[in-house]
């Protein structure tokens, strides 16, 4: 073992090269025992970085290996770690006060809060506590508002990767290889889409997803530029009445899009001011060419004087839902409903979307934009090498987060990083960028222009490849950033160690869940402070997840089963549960 530093003050050149001995021998034997009980450590060299040994103030400070941060710190083995050094200082330091650090944290820094018993709570680390009475869309028909869960909370979440256009080959691929009859672009989706995000959901929570979620061939726009009325249609109330709105809405002119072209900005709004008895609508009924499921997505405009309580109805087959959509906030794009099943054909009773001006709000403004049923296949295109514009051929929910943006009116300074140079450095740098424009000018980011979402969350979900002899797993991983353009802090002042709490309770669950349901020897590797771009960019906690190898056979054994992918997304929904009602101080179940 050898120090790349060391400083030792107050001592005779004698003195320090026993001291120096001893340290080595010292952090020698602790790495020893570290590496036989958490083998994660067992494929590093673990070396010191610097120590410094103070006389005058009668202080120790040893900034220990970074592979040490892939230890799941608790306030047990932190006591251990520190008594073991204690104990084996020589009689003379005995007395001296110990400090051991990773990455400029000291060890019990990394003990996230909700595991502190003795340790005091570090208040920096949890986000404000705002006072949002109802998240972005609340579903007024829902027989019960969920407690003790994520009520009222706004999570960004994405999996990994999407069919994507390489330019260096002009055409269309995906990101990853295919193995053992997956690809890692639409394999988490199968854990994100049909478990986790419901789960989210059902716990009261709204997720944003920068992919289309619906796995509908289908796609219907219907639109207040749409020129059949009985498509679109308007009544007017006794007082109010419809009328043009100010300023570019969406209108949906051309088949195929390309770069920087924007859908809503090609067409109109309609707005309407708010009364307590209402009596205007505008209704949005679509063709359905065959019946169905199909995500219900509605687009409206933020104004100075925007109600909160916007009232939306969805007619479908099994009846009417309500909502009361915040026009305050997510301003043209494609706000998310519900899922529903429609008739196939035309029939406004059960196959419509209405808004009222109806409102508590008396004097408001609500608008009107276009509304959209099913996902459908993409419609973003490139110049393939038959030298015509070609769209993915894809449905859009397999596609990459870029082309799902640019349809969803993001700008291009979101989706178009590399300005049409590469779009698969696109596609991971364009997700962060998403979760700071959906929280900007919200209470969690008041600095920046956005959406206005007070996101509180952030993760990406990601498999890895790598392999093993026999019958072992490559297992789990958790990456998070402390640190952002030397900023310890969000732009919110709340630390970003945050992350690091996050994906370890977590990355926790998730063993915990799996070894006890599958497999008692599943590898927990390692909880990495790295500077991974998806895991830097954004202003809120954030991690990605590495759940397991998709190139291991045995790690996919295990991951190609529809239980495993339900638990491990109950793992994860339990985790983030746990790291939300640890930041709010509250219950959860």
């Not at 043009?244 to 088949?255: H, I, M, P, V, Y």
């Not at 839902?321 to 406004?348: D, S």
């Not at 797993?473 to 952002?484: A, H, L, R």
Request: hydrophobic share 30%; glycine share 8%; net charge neutral.
């Amino acid at each position: 073992l050898s120090f790349l530093l060391y400083s030792i003050q107050g001592f005779s050149l004698q003195e320090e090269t026993l001291l120096q001995l001893s340290f080595d021998s010292i952090f020698t034997s602790l790495y020893n025992n570290l590496k036989r009980e958490y083998p994660i450590l067992q494929a590093n060299k673990l070396k010191n970085d610097s120590f410094l040994i103070n006389n005058e103030k009668k202080e120790i400070n040893v900034f220990v290996s970074k592979y040490l941060e892939s230890i799941p710190f608790r306030e047990e083995n932190t006591k251990s770690i520190y008594d073991f050094v204690k104990n084996n200082l020589p009689h003379g330091l005995k007395s001296y006060d110990v400090n051991l650090y990773i990455n400029g944290y000291e060890l019990s820094d990394l003990i996230p809060n909700i595991y502190r018993d003795e340790l005091e709570i570090d208040k920096e680390r949890k986000g404000k506590k705002w006072n949002i009475s109802r998240s972005i869309v609340h579903n007024n028909s829902r027989p019960y508002n969920p407690i003790k869960g994520f009520r009222n909370s706004h999570i960004a979440l994405w999996a990994s990767h999407g069919w994507y256009f390489e330019k260096s080959e002009n055409r269309w691929i995906w990101q990853r290889p295919r193995l053992f009859q997956i690809v890692e672009d639409t394999y988490t989706l199968g854990y994100v889409l049909p478990y986790l995000t419901p789960m989210l959901e059902n716990s009261g929570a709204y997720v944003f997803l920068p992919r289309e979620r619906d796995f509908q061939r289908y796609e219907i726009i219907v639109d207040n530029d749409n020129k059949e009325d009985y498509f679109y249609k308007e009544r007017n109330g006794e007082k109010f009445h419809w009328e043009d709105g100010d300023s570019t809405g969406f209108a949906n002119l051309k088949e195929i899009y390309t770069d920087g072209e924007n859908p809503f900005t090609m067409g109109s709004y309609r707005q309407i001011t708010t009364e307590k008895k209402g009596g205007a609508t505008a209704t949005w009924c679509a063709q359905f060419p065959e019946a169905g499921e199909y995500a219900v997505y509605v687009s409206y405009h933020t104004l100075p004087n925007s109600s909160s309580q916007a009232l939306y109805t969805v007619h479908h087959a099994g009846g009417s839902t309500e909502f009361i959509v915040n026009q305050k906030q997510g301003e043209k794009t494609w706000i998310y409903l519900g899922t529903f099943f429609f008739e196939r054909g035309y029939n406004p009773q059960k196959g419509s979307v209405t808004l009222s001006n109806k409102s508590k709000q008396n004097g408001k403004i609500v608008t009107a934009d276009a509304v959209k049923f099913g996902g459908g296949y993409g419609n973003i295109g490139r110049i393939g090498n038959d030298s015509t514009l070609q769209t993915s051929g894809k449905r859009r929910y397999l596609e990459g987060a870029r082309y799902w943006l640019q349809w969803a009116g993001y700008p291009d300074t979101i989706y178009n990083r590399n300005l049409s140079g590469n779009e698969y450095k696109d596609d991971y740098m364009c997700r962060p960028y998403w979760v700071n424009n959906l929280l900007g000018g919200s209470v969690r980011n008041l600095d920046s222009k956005g959406k206005r979402i007070p996101i509180e969350l952030a993760m990406g979900f990601h498999t890895d490849a790598g392999q093993t002899i026999k019958d072992s797993v490559i297992g789990t991983m958790c990456i998070y950033m402390s640190e952002s353009e030397g900023k310890r802090n969000f732009q919110n002042e709340q630390r970003r160690i945050a992350s690091r709490d996050m994906a370890d309770i977590v990355q926790s669950q998730i063993i915990s869940d799996i070894t006890t349901l599958y497999r008692d020897n599943w590898t927990r590797r390692k909880l990495t402070d790295q500077s991974y771009f998806e895991a830097r960019v954004p202003e809120v906690p954030t991690f990605l997840l590495e759940l397991l190898s998709h190139q291991n056979f045995t790690d996919m054994k295990y991951g190609l089963d529809p239980n495993f992918r339900f638990h491990v997304s109950r793992a994860i929904y339990k985790g983030l549960l746990k790291f939300l009602a640890s930041q709010h101080n509250e219950e959860y179940v």
